[in-house]
């Protein structure tokens, strides 16, 4: 029995993992990009063609759908405390944006005080 994934999000900008999670999707999987990966990332796109895979960016008003679905797991007991890296004001929007395309960071959170 293959072990692999049927959904994959990826969101931590980082190629080797992007990568890595490809090499386990199962065949016919949809992969949402939701990250920001370094315009050098390469990407073995047979493994994406052979695979069948679906890749697909978050836009339009299907953010909205994303944004409901992800409050009812987090209102459901989803912790999220783990990929949480980095806590920054609005002020400094900035700095979180530095942040968030270094790829040295996990999930940034922007606090209104």
Known sequence: MSNGFDVGLEMSGNP???NDMIKHMYHGGHIGLLGFLPPET???????????????????REMFETWYKMSQMLRGGLDISKVITHKINVADYHDAFDVVHSSECGKVILEWD
């Open 16 to 18: 080797e993992a992007f």
């Open 42 to 60: 390469e990407i073995n796109w047979d493994d994406i063609l052979f695979k069948g895979l679906h890749l697909k960016g978050i836009y339009g």
